[in-house]
């Protein structure tokens, strides 16, 4: 790959652009707001502007809800002759952008899975994506080289490229990535009630649990939105266990000693649960293979 354009310099966007520049790649900037751009640039990610001659692949660094719009906005224009994007969510912008009439041979959807809780182009690294699953989700009908191009774009920024179907892409970042920022936000909500006092003895456990919940509301807004049923569907079994933790406390709280063996045992099952849970999370995958999921987003 000789040029590229990166359509929305936010954290993603930029790192791409950085990641690219660092390969060689003559990369291009756009993005609706200028600064941006320019803020970019001003980091060594590229050239502000759209280049004169169709580049070999642009990227759509912009949020689920716009990744159709913009994809065909920049058919019509010319901007590239292959595309992709980074949006979290890969079947709701896929079937959008069948509806708009997009050329969908020419375009192979994407998802870094990497990112930070900071946003905008200031938070952007060149290695954010280093060593990380870049998951690749081609279509029926999609062009080879549209394919080698998406592909050599996740390797140019240090990843492995992973290849999925758009709706089990969408399962596994509702379980490994939305539906913990919701519960992460939803635990970091309850810091609002606490007095000062008792803010101060906050420990790293507490830190660890909610640090993703400093992500951009608004993006994360329509992150999760985009993705509506598959979280709902996470975000309700865990609703599930939840419930039966709480009346296990109230239970062991409670002056009913003949309750209390049975509470605890839901409660120990529930942590432990937790624990193997836990141990699941893979330390690292093997380069090169086609996991049938995802590592964490954050």
């Not at 992460?184 to 919940?213: F, M, N, P, V, W």
């Not at 009913?256 to 849970?277: D, K």
Request: net charge negative; hydrophobic share 45%.
């Amino acid at each position: 790959m000789r040029s590229a354009a990166v359509v929305g310099t936010g954290l993603i966007g930029t790192s791409i652009a950085l990641a690219l520049r660092g390969r060689g790649v003559t990369t291009y900037l756009l993005d609706r707001d200028p600064e941006a751009a320019r803020t970019a640039a001003d980091l060594g990610a590229g050239l502000v502007g759209a280049p004169r001659t169709p580049v070999d692949l642009a990227v759509l660094a912009v949020p689920p809800q716009h990744v159709a719009s913009a994809l065909h906005e920049h058919q019509q224009l010319r901007l590239a002759e292959d595309y992709t994007d980074a949006a979290s969510v890969k079947a709701k912008p896929q079937a959008e952008a069948a509806a708009l009439g997009c050329d969908l041979s020419r375009y192979v959807g994407g998802h870094p899975m990497a990112g930070r809780e900071q946003s905008g182009p200031l938070a952007a690294q060149g290695d954010l994506f280093q060593g990380r699953p870049w998951v690749l989700t081609p279509a029926a009908g999609v062009g080879r080289r549209a394919v080698g191009r998406a592909t050599e774009l996740a390797e140019l920024c240090g990843a492995r490229p992973v290849v999925m179907g758009h709706e089990e892409h969408d399962r596994a970042v509702a379980l490994i990535s939305h539906a913990p920022h919701m519960v992460a936000s939803l635990l970091a909500a309850r810091l609002l009630d606490g007095d000062e006092s008792e803010l101060q003895l906050a420990g790293q456990g507490l830190r660890d649990a909610t640090r993703i919940a400093a992500g951009d509301a608004e993006l994360w807004t329509d992150i999760v939105g985009s993705n509506a049923r598959a979280v709902a569907e996470v975000l309700g079994e865990v609703a599930l266990e939840l419930r039966t933790v709480v009346d296990a406390l109230r239970d062991l709280g409670s002056d009913a000693p003949e309750r209390h063996l049975t509470s605890r045992a839901h409660l120990t099952t529930a942590l432990v649960r937790g624990v193997q849970g836990r141990g699941r999370i893979p330390a690292k995958a093997p380069g090169g293979l086609r996991l049938s999921g995802v590592a964490a987003a954050n």
